[in-house]
């Protein structure tokens, strides 16, 4: 071990060690740090350095790199780490164009980045191996971008991005049991986007206070979850894809004003969707192909009835290909709008459009039904509402029933082929 009274420093030496501080505090500084073994610790601060460069690459086990980069204009951090159970810390503040690198092969890394005040800059993470935890946090910033891909199993990643306006998260990973965790607050034309491709991953995104901002969630493989919950905000756009079967999807749209929600369920079966909206002038899009999907947007969503659409002017367009699919909607308030399209064997919709107590008027439901053993059962209450199903030629032993309550009710039900049930009722 080495003994540090044994030292003396020299005037030569006391003149390097100046001219290192000299060059950590200037513009256009370059750090190379190279470690090769275990338990190594690499540290690098430059402060007021624009256009400078941090290199750090450490082999073996239990490494650790810090990089902090202060008033950074143009300034990169390159983090390279190969071994077992390193960590990577990237810290960047009130810079523009600035990039975070950080690549790590082996198990149970750990990297993390923080962009803070940043315009116009870059978090790269790339974990390979197993086990991999990658954390990134954006502050107060703008047109920021943040990327992480992980390969392998059991892997988590985590963003963050507060008070940033026109900034784009993008998290990809491959194979079994990965989690990815998306914080959007307070901003407005945000982005992110979730990959995952293979079983049981589960993705959840939160956007807070935001507006214009859109959050797109792709899965392929079974058994996958995805969440999404747009809270007060405007014209934000969430939307959710799985491809594969026994997936579920949770999505959530309240104190809002003109948002958007669209889920797609295919190639596979038993996959179940749960869906809320509340405001004005939302959109709900459900296409489900396959056989046994699910899809919860109204009286049957938990112990007090809270799925569905509540508000004015919302639409919901639903689509089912397959057998014995399952869609339940409910609509609360004025002007609300129903497409539905059923295709298939032994599907069945049943929609509540309802007034919510006061003199809400003018709900609108329509839509077709092709193929076999079919169920259509909606139910319209408040004045003015408009109500047609067709159930086209081909198609046999469907059933449609329309229940309307209060004045100026219309109703139009169309059934061709045989064995078909249509009932109306109005009171």
Do not use: C
């Given at each position: 071990?080495?003994n540090?009274?044994q030292?003396k420093i020299t005037?030569?030496?006391a003149?390097?060690m100046?001219?290192l501080?000299?060059?950590?505090?200037?513009?256009?500084?370059t750090?190379?740090q190279?470690?090769d073994?275990a338990?190594?610790q690499?540290?690098v601060i430059?402060?007021?350095a624009?256009?400078?460069?941090v290199?750090?690459t450490?082999?073996?086990?239990?490494n650790s790199?810090?990089?902090?980069?202060?008033?950074?204009?143009g300034s990169s951090?390159?983090?390279?780490?190969?071994?077992?159970?390193?960590i990577a810390?990237?810290?960047?503040?009130?810079?523009?164009?600035?990039t975070a690198i950080?690549?790590?092969?082996?198990?149970e890394?750990?990297?993390r980045?923080?962009q803070n005040g940043e315009?116009?800059?870059i978090?790269?993470?790339?974990?390979?191996?197993n086990?991999?935890?990658?954390?990134?946090t954006?502050l107060?910033?703008?047109?920021?971008?943040?990327h992480?891909?992980?390969?392998?199993?059991g892997?988590?990643?985590?963003?963050?991005?507060?008070?940033?306006?026109?900034?784009t998260?993008?998290l990809?990973?491959?194979?079994?049991?990965?989690?990815a965790y998306?914080?959007?607050?307070?901003?407005?034309g945000n982005t992110?986007?979730?990959?995952?491709?293979?079983?049981?991953n589960y993705?959840g995104?939160?956007?807070?206070?935001?507006?214009?901002?859109?959050?797109?969630t792709?899965?392929?493989g079974?058994?996958?979850?995805?969440?999404?919950d747009?809270?007060?905000?405007?014209y934000?756009q969430?939307?959710?894809?799985?491809?594969?079967?026994t997936?579920?999807?949770l999505?959530?749209?309240y104190d809002a004003?003109?948002?958007?929600?669209?889920?797609s369920?295919?190639g596979?079966d038993?996959n179940?969707?749960?869906l809320?909206?509340?405001?004005?002038?939302h959109s709900l899009t459900?296409?489900s192909?396959?056989?046994?999907?699910?899809?919860?947007?109204g009286?049957?969503?938990?112990?007090y009835?809270?799925?569905?659409?509540?508000?004015?002017?919302?639409?919901?367009?639903l689509?089912?290909s397959?057998?014995?699919?399952?869609?339940?909607?409910?609509?609360?308030?004025?002007?609300?709008?129903?497409?539905?399209?059923?295709?298939?064997t032994?599907?069945?919709l049943t929609?509540v459009?309802?007034?919510?107590g006061?003199l809400?008027?003018g709900?609108?439901a329509?839509?077709?039904?092709?193929?076999?053993y079919n169920?259509v059962t909606?139910?319209?209450?408040?004045s003015?509402?408009?109500?047609?199903?067709?159930?086209e030629?081909?198609?046999s032993?469907n059933?449609a029933?329309v229940?309307?309550?209060?004045?100026s009710?219309t109703?139009?039900i169309?059934?061709y082929?045989?064995?078909?049930?249509a009932?109306?009722?109005?009171?």
């Amino acid at each position: 071990m080495f003994n540090v009274a044994q030292f003396k420093i020299t005037p030569v030496a006391a003149a390097m060690m100046t001219l290192l501080s000299v060059q950590a505090l200037a513009d256009n500084s370059t750090s190379t740090q190279t470690q090769d073994g275990a338990t190594n610790q690499a540290t690098v601060i430059q402060t007021a350095a624009s256009l400078s460069t941090v290199t750090q690459t450490q082999t073996g086990d239990g490494n650790s790199a810090t990089a902090d980069q202060l008033a950074d204009a143009g300034s990169s951090s390159t983090q390279t780490q190969t071994g077992n159970e390193n960590i990577a810390t990237s810290v960047q503040h009130n810079g523009s164009d600035v990039t975070a690198i950080q690549t790590q092969t082996g198990n149970e890394n750990d990297a993390r980045s923080t962009q803070n005040g940043e315009t116009g800059s870059i978090s790269s993470t790339v974990q390979n191996g197993n086990t991999h935890d990658a954390s990134v946090t954006q502050l107060s910033g703008s047109v920021n971008q943040v990327h992480i891909i992980q390969n392998d199993d059991g892997n988590i990643a985590a963003t963050v991005q507060d008070s940033e306006s026109n900034s784009t998260i993008d998290l990809q990973q491959f194979v079994d049991g990965n989690d990815a965790y998306v914080d959007q607050a307070g901003g407005s034309g945000n982005t992110a986007t979730v990959l995952q491709s293979g079983t049981g991953n589960y993705s959840g995104t939160w956007q807070w206070d935001q507006l214009g901002s859109n959050s797109t969630t792709t899965q392929y493989g079974t058994g996958n979850e995805a969440i999404v919950d747009q809270l007060v905000g405007e014209y934000n756009q969430a939307t959710v894809w799985q491809d594969g079967g026994t997936n579920a999807v949770l999505v959530e749209q309240y104190d809002a004003y003109g948002v958007t929600a669209s889920v797609s369920q295919s190639g596979g079966d038993n996959n179940l969707s749960y869906l809320y909206q509340e405001g004005d002038g939302h959109s709900l899009t459900v296409t489900s192909v396959g056989s046994d999907n699910k899809v919860y947007a109204g009286t049957e969503y938990g112990d007090y009835n809270d799925g569905g659409q509540f508000g004015t002017g919302q639409s919901a367009t639903l689509t089912q290909s397959g057998g014995e699919n399952l869609v339940n909607l409910h609509q609360t308030g004025s002007y609300n709008e129903l497409y539905f399209d059923q295709s298939g064997t032994g599907n069945t919709l049943t929609a509540v459009q309802s007034d919510g107590g006061g003199l809400d008027v003018g709900n609108y439901a329509m839509g077709y039904s092709h193929g076999d053993y079919n169920t259509v059962t909606l139910d319209q209450s408040g004045s003015s509402n408009w109500a047609e199903i067709k159930q086209e030629a081909g198609s046999s032993y469907n059933t449609a029933t329309v229940t309307q309550s209060s004045l100026s009710q219309t109703a139009y039900i169309t059934q061709y082929g045989t064995g078909n049930t249509a009932t109306t009722t109005q009171n």
